[in-house]
């Protein structure tokens, strides 16, 4: 299985919206609504930010949303802040009943 | 509050076998895919494997052959065993409880293990 595919950063300014995308194929992103997105600062385990596409695990703010469209996947941060300052990571559940992730994205808020 | 903590050798001879523990708190075992991922330094996320409550697991293709996973509800504990590592297996290994379907809600703190002679 290969890796989903995000762009290796991105940045904003703090209020700004920033988007990052999740490429995959119609046998992991494109064919499961089972899409979930990561939080990781640095030296810290990941933290569940998006589940199943689009939703929210209690406590995470609702300034992060997340969306697909065919084989990518997108999460998107609203209002941005400078706590959101983080890599982020993508996960799919794939045909063959296993789980990939992104290769990571570095957010930098500016 | 569920709770996971990783436990094993910080450092493994090339060759060996790899073999860590996770010891869950405050949740029952049933109901969870109890899952193994990795983060080499500097690097991105890996997932490992997975094992149901009932005991059925799944591999990553690309280390099927060298991974077991198992689970001791007996001990409220699930353990990695990888065998025949390289320094290409030095990493952070986290433990997680994975809600069918959707993801990864509860982490270890993860545990460094370096492969040295």
């Known amino acids: 299985q290969s890796a989903l595919t995000q762009p290796a950063s991105v940045s904003g300014s703090p209020g700004q919206s920033i988007t990052i995308s999740c490429t995959g194929t119609s046998s992991d992103v494109g064919g499961y609504n089972s899409v979930s997105w990561y939080q990781q600062h640095p030296g810290k385990a990941p933290k569940l930010m998006i589940y199943e596409v689009s939703n929210r695990p209690s406590g995470v703010s609702n300034r992060f949303s997340g969306s697909k469209s065919g084989n990518t996947a997108s999460l998107t941060i609203s209002g941005l802040q400078a706590e959101d300052e983080a890599d982020y990571y993508c996960s799919s559940y794939t045909g063959i009943s296993t789980w990939v992730f992104g290769g990571g994205t570095k957010l930098t808020v500016l | 509050q569920v709770q996971l903590q990783e436990s094993g050798p910080g450092l493994v001879e090339p060759s060996e076998t790899l073999s860590l523990s996770c010891t869950v708190s405050?949740?029952?075992?049933?109901?969870?895919?109890w899952t193994w991922i990795r983060q080499p330094p500097g690097k991105g996320l890996e997932w490992i494997g997975h094992i149901y409550d009932t005991g059925t697991t799944k591999y990553n293709p690309s280390l099927k052959s060298r991974v077991t996973i198992s689970l001791d509800t007996s001990k409220n504990q699930f353990s990695l065993k990888l065998s025949s590592v390289t320094t290409a297996d030095t990493a952070v290994y986290y433990c997680?409880?994975?809600?069918?379907?959707?993801?990864?809600?509860?982490w270890g703190q993860g545990t460094l293990v370096t492969v040295s002679s």
């Open positions: 997680t409880r994975h809600t069918v379907g959707q993801g990864s809600h509860y």
């Open positions: 405050g949740g029952s075992i049933s109901g969870y895919y």
